[in-house]
């Protein structure tokens, strides 16, 4: 009889060690779970910048053998003509500039449109009164694949076609911007390298 007592006693005391060890023991914690978001990126909608163009006369000097007055480039053997602008989004998703313009080749030699542009055109992007390191040059920029395709990239692809003397053509250039501050087209003095009047291209939206 001592003995089944016993039995019961000491299973009782397994029992309620058993019992009281599951009390004590700390919760575990909690695995975090997944979010399943995809990452943040940041998209541009072209349709969202509007291009609002603003005119500078150009200064006049008997030194000077290049003019640029009512979106007309001009010197002794070529003529540029600003025809449009507009906000496209370049390969890399970012905004970008698109200028489009007419050119004539006066002179007696081939010309390559986008050559003679870089030559004689700047173009910088910044505020009115900002300090000349607050001020950045722009960089041609790659169209999509898809803008590359349609008209955008013929008038590319006529920028970097040759170009004979007495002929015209309808060529474009893009600049990558960085903000929404204004963007300024310069065009230099073929000779003397002072500039001539400016463009301003206002980014809104």
């Known amino acids: 009889m001592k003995r089944w007592a ?5 299973g009782l005391v397994v029992f309620l060690l058993f019992i009281f060890s599951l009390v004590l023991q700390p919760p575990r914690a909690k695995a ?13 909608s072209a349709k969202e910048h509007r291009v609002k163009e603003e005119k500078r006369s ?28 507009r906000i496209v989004t370049d390969k890399g ?5 698109f200028i489009q313009y007419d050119i004539t080749n006066n002179g007696a ?10 030559q004689y055109a700047l173009i910088r992007q910044g ?11 722009l960089t041609e920029a790659t169209l999509t694949d898809k803008d590359a395709k349609g008209n955008l990239g013929k008038l590319i692809t006529v920028s970097q076609t040759p ?15 960085v903000n929404k501050d204004p963007i300024r087209l310069q065009f230099i003095d073929r000779d003397t390298g002072r500039p001539l009047g400016t463009k301003t291209y206002e980014i809104t939206g």
Do not use: C, E
């Open 6 to 10: 016993w039995a019961v006693t000491g």
């Open 32 to 44: 975090p779970a997944a979010s399943g978001r995809p990452p943040v990126t940041h998209t541009i």
């Open 58 to 85: 150009a200064s006049s000097s008997s030194a000077l053998t290049s003019r640029f007055t009512n979106d007309t480039y001009s010197t002794p053997t070529l003529t540029v003509k600003l025809t449009g602008a």
């Open 93 to 97: 998703g970012h905004p970008a500039l």
């Open 109 to 118: 030699t081939t010309i390559t449109p986008a050559t003679i542009w870089r």
């Open 127 to 137: 505020a009115a009164d900002a300090k000349k390191s607050q001020i950045t040059p």
């Open 163 to 177: 170009l004979a003397p007495n002929k015209k053509a309808s060529g474009a250039m893009v600049y990558t911007f």
